[in-house]
């Protein structure tokens, strides 16, 4: 009886682990379409100040040396865009997603030099 409330325990726990960062069913690191046009943001940078402002947030002291970005990069499908002020100048209309990837992440996606994470755009096909 003991070890099978201890599996049923630890089953509980690591299928938490599994759903972090995520709230209430969607990742906490991704903006939906529908979050977009809700938010009534004119602009990739208003859309994101509105809904989650943690991904515009500064990073701190990234490296020893401090000469890489502490804020993150700024990609549109998968092209490099600019940087964190790029934003500006993208059209909360043409837009179906935003996603934050964290240093770890933007790393084995787009290779060294996004120590600060990236910022993901995904325009509307």
Known sequence: ???TVRILLLSLVLGACTHAGQKGG???NV???AEIDASGGTTAYDVIQKVRSNFLSDRGKTTIMGAA???PSVFVDG???GEISALRSVSARQLASIRLYRAWEAQQKYGSGFVG???ELTTRK
Do not use: T
């Open 26 to 28: 969607r990742d906490s």
């Open 79 to 81: 092209v490099h865009f």
């Open 117 to 119: 994470g990236v910022i």
């Open 1 to 3: 009886m003991a070890r």
């Open 69 to 71: 970005p502490n804020k």
């Open 31 to 33: 903006i939906s379409e």
